[in-house]
């Protein structure tokens, strides 16, 4: 297991050796991610593990932990939102090989012989985010400024709704 991440490996060479890394990166180093927080400060702790699985499938295990700040979209406060990831990808050299993965495996295309260790973990992690952010304990509901509430009594007919819609307009 290595501490040093390379830029990019040869992820098969990297199967076939069953090498590993493991570290810590810092959150404002990942600009995709860095865009979608609060507030870059922290890291994040990684490590991944390149191998073959016993049925001979090339794979690479990433294990990821970050506690991420997030704006609120209810309330637009930030706060503190953990995150771990386990996940074990697949590695592909073209898209016709995702179907020959097994279940429980992502794939990850590996089309010109390299990738990136610190992008498979930002992207992991990115896929990780719920898509949208409320913090725990935020209130259920709030009503914007402007906004009216119209109570419709419930009719046989869906048209007459509609036209007592119709009538709160004039």
């Not at 990115?126 to 419930?154: F, K, T, W």
Request: charged share 25%; proline share 6%.
């Amino acid at each position: 297991m290595s501490n040093a991440l390379p830029d990019f490996v040869d992820p098969w060479r990297m199967a076939q050796a069953r090498r590993g890394f493991a570290g810590s990166i810092a959150l404002k180093q990942l600009p995709r991610l860095a865009g979608m927080l609060a507030s870059t400060d922290g890291e994040l702790n990684y490590r991944v593990d390149f191998g073959r699985d016993e049925s001979g499938v090339t794979c690479l295990d990433v294990h990821a932990d970050a506690d991420l700040v997030l704006t609120c979209q209810r309330t637009l406060q930030a706060f503190v939102l953990p995150v771990s990831i386990d996940q074990r990808l697949g590695l592909i050299r073209d898209e016709a090989q995702e179907s020959a993965l097994p279940e429980g495996y992502e794939p990850l295309l590996v089309a010109d012989g390299k990738a990136s260790i610190r992008d498979v973990i930002e992207d992991e992690i990115i896929l990780a985010l719920p898509l949208v952010a409320l913090s725990p304990g935020a209130p259920l509901e709030q009503v914007a400024l402007g906004e009216s509430r119209v109570e419709v009594e419930i009719s046989a007919s869906p048209f007459a709704v509609l036209g007592s819609l119709g009538k709160l307009n004039h």
